[in-house]
């Protein structure tokens, strides 16, 4: 309950305090690409469920599909597109899922559901027991070394067998250490 609280205020201080660069950022996208601003991606949350988790829109609509994880060279994101990926502002609007209670400001990195149901081990499974965050120690992990790690030939493989371990790792090393499980 205590975390929950702890999420709603600093979450609405956030919101209050980011304003201009949410609405600078939602505008930039709609004048940089034509399309909805915002993109809804299906990801696992707690207890496995499958909700929709917003982001600011960094790729082009119709560009087609490709990996489930984007490389840093990947075509389908436009020019305002990396300039948000690169400050971490496209994760913004989950301000929002953070505030209807389908994610935390701290947890486990919610996943595509592709990646859950084939590389997620049992004990992989184990960071489903948490509500997701927009932060972990895991996502940090991957924020500071996915560019050194991942192939941009092939994202997805080099994600799963590189990074995809050591980020589930420090998320359940949190876990077990912050008494979430």
């Given amino acids: 309950m205590a975390k929950r ?105 919610p996943e595509d559901p592709k990646i859950v149901a084939q590389y997620y081990s049992p004990q992989s499974r184990e960071t489903l027991n948490i509500a997701p965050g927009l932060s972990s120690p895991g996502s940090i992990h991957y924020y500071t070394h996915s560019h050194l790690q991942l192939d941009d030939n092939d994202p997805e493989r080099s994600y799963v067998a590189k990074l995809l371990p050591i980020k589930l790792a420090l998320d359940l090393v949190y876990m077990r250490r912050c008494g979430t499980t």
Avoid: N, W
């Fill in 5 to 109: 609280v702890f999420d709603v205020i600093v979450c609405v201080i956030a919101i209050v305090l980011l304003s201009p660069i949410l609405l600078l950022a939602y505008f930039g996208v709609r004048l940089a690409s034509s399309g909805p601003a915002i993109y809804r991606a299906c990801r696992v949350g707690r207890g496995g469920e499958v909700f929709v988790m917003h982001k600011f829109r960094t790729m082009h609509t119709g560009a087609g599909t490709g990996s489930v994880i984007t490389g840093a060279k990947d075509s389908r994101v436009f020019l305002f597109g990396k300039i948000l990926r690169v400050l971490k502002i496209d994760e913004l609007p989950q301000l929002y899922d953070i505030l209807t209670g389908r994610m935390s400001i701290v947890g486990p990195r």
